[in-house]
């Protein structure tokens, strides 16, 4: 299987030798890097253009003319990826020598796999790896504490936990995905997640293969935690793995948001009308029997958290 990474870019000069660099000294050699900068105004164009004179024959530099932001920048640079296995890769982050090897084995041993998404390290802005609960913990949180976990429903009804610098997919899955939802609060990666579980096409591995970076500019965070008993509670409680009522209420609001982005997907991609209607009426499922457990466990607080709510407008389909 060949490979192409798909690489955007915005004003990443501070950090993209590092990224660039840990591509290339994979185990496995990247066949082509494909990179879409969407209008940087710093040095990010001058050092891709080094890179590529060095690399000639993988590095495929595009700049946008208008600035695209993240799901439609890795839109485009996702179509114009030529090879089998695609990797997306942000412009801060450092993968592990052999990412593409462990992607490109469980590809060849899971036919049935088009998506894979794994766990990662956390560095800061120095490159300082720090020790933190992440939500890429969750299965292995959640399958100690529930066996009838599924990744598949926390995807499709609860929260993304699968995050587009650790991801990579079939170019044959392509047409199932593009074109990609945009909207305020929808990002490209919940949405190649979202519907690679729908269709049991999804996977997450355990093991750590990039290093996140946290850094001041980035785009997306709120993906880490301090590595103590109360992160651990908070993570259990957000994906319903504690009914307590703070874990219901937690995990009703979840489901409320989800649904929400349901029926944006619903709005804008015509493509999957049938199987997003048939995830909307499940959430709807769930969301009934999860209100009617907290009014039953905790009536009064929960008269009391719904009355809010009206006014709040959370927790309600």
């Not at 998404?117 to 560095?123: Q, W």
């Not at 990579?168 to 579980?197: Q, T, V």
């Not at 409680?237 to 703070?246: A, E, P, S, V």
């Not at 008269?303 to 959370?314: A, E």
């Amino acid at each position: 299987m060949k490979t192409s990474v798909a690489l955007c870019t915005y004003n990443g000069e501070k950090y993209i030798k590092y990224q660039l660099d840990s591509i290339l000294n994979q185990t496995v050699p990247i066949d082509e890097i494909i990179v879409c900068d969407d209008g940087s105004t710093d040095f990010t164009i001058s050092i891709l253009n080094s890179y590529r004179e060095q690399y000639p024959s993988i590095f495929k530099i595009y700049t946008n003319e208008n600035n695209l932001r993240s799901v439609k920048n890795f839109e485009k640079a996702i179509s114009l990826c030529n090879n089998d296995i695609i990797f997306l890769s942000d412009q801060d982050d450092i993968w592990a020598d052999h990412k593409v090897k462990v992607h490109l084995d469980y590809f060849k041993k899971h036919q049935n796999i088009k998506v894979i998404a794994t766990n990662g390290y956390c560095i800061n802005d120095n490159g300082e790896k720090k020790e933190m609960y992440s939500f890429w913990d969750l299965p292995v949180i959640a399958n100690s504490t529930d066996k009838n976990f599924s990744i598949k429903g926390t995807l499709s009804k609860i929260t993304n936990i699968a995050t587009g610098a650790s991801m990579s997919l079939r170019k044959s899955f392509l047409n199932e995905i593009i074109p990609i939802p945009d909207s305020e609060g929808l990002h490209h990666d919940e949405w190649i997640a979202f519907i690679a579980a729908q269709k049991d096409s999804f996977a997450m591995l355990d093991e750590k293969l990039f290093y996140y970076r946290i850094h001041k500019h980035q785009q997306i965070g709120g993906v880490f935690f301090d590595k103590n008993d109360r992160s651990l509670l908070f993570l259990k409680r957000t994906f319903g793995l504690i009914q307590d009522f703070k874990g219901l209420s937690k995990y009703i609001k979840r489901l409320t948001s989800s649904y929400k982005k349901n029926l944006l997907y619903l709005q804008l991609q015509p493509q999957h009308h049938e199987m997003i209607k048939n995830n909307i009426k499940e959430i709807e499922k769930i969301y009934a029997e999860k209100v009617e457990l907290i009014k039953t466990r905790y009536p009064v607080r929960s008269q009391i958290l719904f009355i809010l709510d009206i006014f709040k407008n959370k927790r309600r389909l």
